[in-house]
């Protein structure tokens, strides 16, 4: 549906470039958009690749498996069904502390392997493959969602590379809004989890 939204928006514009005369305008500023593209790319690849490597020496050097057991209140309060060691618990403090730290690309691939171990999980209680999505799993996908964040490091990195005269202005709306959005998403989980 997206496509279609997104195909339907660019014919609009270019049937109205053409009708109002201004296609030079609509071609230059294709090329214009699709240049800054990339150079916006380039830029997050950087920032990126800086902060996975970081959650890499994290992972690496134990303050990973230090700061899951700092949130293991928190996660046995959200996933009380989760086995205390099941491999998906560190996944998913994984993912938490990359989105608290506002690194939303460092928090994917751990994101991905929490859903694949709660689907096993899942699919190992009703002893056969299960296609509905588990309470844990619906949890997990909320709190990621709202993700509470510290430091928004990539609104900072976006910021900085529009030239924001103060791109870390933006931390204290970032705290307040998400800190909110994790609290309703906490309220919500428990409620339709009863």
């Known amino acids: 549906m997206l496509n ?33 593209a990339v150079s ?28 899951t057991k700092g949130i293991r209140p928190f996660l046995k309060f959200m996933f009380p069904r989760l086995p205390e060691d ?17 690194l939303g690309w460092a928090c994917t691939p751990a994101g991905l392997k929490a859903m694949e171990q709660l689907a096993e999980l899942e699919s190992g209680r009703h002893g056969t493959n ?8 619906c949890t997990f996908l909320i709190l990621n969602i709202s993700s509470l964040q510290l430091i928004p490091v990539n609104m900072i990195a976006y910021r900085s590379r529009y030239g924001s005269a103060n791109p870390a202005v933006i931390i204290a ?13 906490v309220i919500y989980c428990k409620w339709k989890d009863r």
Do not use: R
């Not at 690749?49 to 970081?54: T, V």
């Not at 709306?173 to 998403?185: E, K, M, N, R, Y």
């Open 4 to 36: 279609y939204i997104w195909a339907g928006m660019i014919l609009l514009g270019v049937i109205y470039g053409v009708c109002t005369g201004q296609m030079s305008a609509l071609t230059e500023g294709a090329l214009d958009s699709a240049g800054e």
């Open 40 to 67: 916006l790319c380039i830029t997050m690849a950087g920032v990126m690749a800086l902060w996975m490597g970081l959650m890499e020496i994290a992972q690496e050097s134990g303050m990973i498996t230090k700061m």
């Open 86 to 102: 099941h491999p998906a618990g560190e996944y998913i403090a994984t993912n938490l502390i990359a989105n608290v730290l506002g």
């Open 130 to 137: 299960v296609s509905v999505a588990s309470n844990e799993m």
């Open 173 to 185: 709306p970032a705290l307040v809004a998400t800190l909110f959005s994790t609290i309703i998403s």
